[in-house]
């Protein structure tokens, strides 16, 4: 098993920049791709980000390209989203997800974070 837990959300005004950390424990996390998926209430979670194991594959939902960038820190067993320019539709919980491969389906992830809140205010 794979224990995922994010940090790094929080309050912030639009136009302004967070960085969201995931770490990675319990399990061999480097062979992993990882992605960052966000949900609202009353919504299914949304893709955002993924990244490959190796690192030389990222993809990106066409909402965040430009302002978004996923990376991965296998020494430190951690994958982190920065997130610039935010916009006030960007609010929503962030979670990371651990699989095979950078997929943009939630479903074909193993393993998943609780979350941390991001708020983006105009």
């Known amino acids: 098993q794979v224990q995922l837990v994010e940090s790094g959300g929080g309050l912030v005004q639009a136009g302004g920049s967070l960085r969201l950390s995931c770490v990675a424990s319990g399990g061999p996390s480097s062979r992993y791709a990882m992605g960052w998926f966000r949900q609202v209430p009353g919504k299914e979670r949304e893709f955002v980000a993924a990244i490959s194991w190796s690192g030389s594959e990222t993809m990106y939902t066409g909402s965040v390209k430009g302002r978004f960038t996923i990376s991965r820190d296998d020494a430190k067993n951690t994958v982190y989203l920065q997130m610039n320019s935010l916009k006030p539709e960007d609010t929503a919980v962030y979670s990371c997800?651990?699989?095979?491969?950078?997929?943009?389906?939630?479903?074909?992830?193993?393993?998943w974070g609780q979350g941390t809140q991001v708020t983006v205010s105009s």
């Open positions: 997800a651990a699989g095979d491969l950078p997929r943009r389906s939630m479903h074909l992830y193993d393993y």
